[in-house]
């Protein structure tokens, strides 16, 4: 199945829309998984094998100005300067776009702004498509419902679908082949203590995609095989932690489930690792800390850096003086 026959399931006809004559502006934050989501059922629709639960990133995120383009081209712009043409992430957003467009009547007009620290491994992927659905929606007047553009903003990367929300989001794996039971939606519990504190190890672009690397995961790894438990268990002890405010319940079982992730990774072959050695020490400081009685844990996504876990903000600014510390 095809992502165009997602958009017209979701949309129906796409000629009943005419683009708003005004420029139309939407923001998305991006987000932090405490349960992964690693690997997909289906890749054209970025269908996961597993649910996922993640906490939006209050003011780290994308805003997004659209408008009809003044010349017969698209234009892209990210954070002031034009996208080139040639990028990947030029292509990227094009097919996206291209999707709502089917007939080419007119070119698109992109103004990106994001406040998420580039190459620091934050997904800027998911707010930038969760925050463009929001746009598209106001672009053409479709009014959708939040959970619809929770699918349309996973049709450009798999985690955007839960940037459509601030706080803790879950998003369903679902199972049906066209995904239309596979959307995220919010958790009711606030935590504004919880802070997700950035250490940054390595700001070189990362070896291998999230998108190869978990393919390569599921078709080689024998230790993926039992993943899908892992995630159904960790799911339940995480949403019970975030219920009772039990922080080191939480701690341990995101950091517990970023371990098992990557150790799936480095049970692949050929092996994905996203460790370096500054990561390895970083996690040590981090588990010496503990040792010492701060309470701190540690998630890691496809990428070397850290994230850190903690609700008592000057007593881990004084263990990791050099973290960038973003409020959940
Ligand atoms: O949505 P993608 O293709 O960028 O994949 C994201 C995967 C992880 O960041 C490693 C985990 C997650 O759930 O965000």
Not at 105 to 123: H, R
Not at 215 to 233: D, F, G, M, N
Not at 247 to 258: H, I, R
Request: charged share 20%; hydrophobic share 40%.
């Amino acid at each position: 199945m095809k992502k165009s026959h997602i958009v017209e399931k979701l949309l129906g006809d796409l000629s009943r829309y005419t683009p708003s004559n005004k420029a139309v502006t939407a923001y998305a934050p991006t987000n932090i998984a405490l349960v992964k989501y690693w690997g997909k059922r289906n890749q054209e629709l970025n269908l996961p094998m597993t649910s996922s639960l993640s906490v939006s990133l209050t003011d780290k995120g994308a805003t997004t100005t659209l408008s009809v383009s003044a010349i017969a081209q698209d234009v892209f712009v990210l954070n002031g300067k034009p996208v080139p043409t040639t990028s990947v992430f030029y292509q990227r957003l094009l097919c996206y776009l291209d999707l709502f467009r089917p007939f080419k009547t007119f070119y698109f007009n992109v103004d990106i702004v994001s406040t998420v620290p580039i190459a620091a491994g934050l997904a800027s992927s998911a707010c930038g498509f969760a925050a463009m659905a929001l746009a598209l929606d106001k672009f053409f007047s479709w009014q959708l419902s939040s959970q619809q553009l929770s699918m349309l903003a996973r049709l450009g990367s798999g985690s955007a679908c839960r940037s459509i929300w601030p706080g803790f989001v879950e998003w369903h794996a679902g199972e049906r082949e066209d995904g239309m039971d596979s959307y995220a939606e919010p958790l009711s519990v606030q935590w504004p203590e919880l802070c997700i504190g950035l250490m940054i190890v390595s700001d070189k672009e990362k070896t291998i995609g999230s998108r190869e690397a978990m393919q390569r995961t599921i078709e080689t790894s024998e230790l993926y095989k039992s993943w899908p438990q892992k995630v159904a268990h960790d799911l339940v002890i995480l949403k019970k932690a975030i219920q009772e405010k039990d922080f080191d319940l939480l701690g341990k079982t995101a950091e517990s489930n970023a371990l098992a992730m990557h150790a799936t990774m480095l049970s692949a072959w050929p092996p994905v690792s996203y460790y370096l050695p500054e990561t390895i020490s970083a996690m040590h400081r981090v588990w010496q800390a503990r040792a010492e009685g701060v309470p701190v844990y540690f998630t890691q996504d496809a990428g070397p850096n850290l994230k850190l876990l903690f609700v008592d903000k000057d007593r881990a600014r004084r263990y990791f003086p050099e973290i960038a510390v973003m409020q959940a």
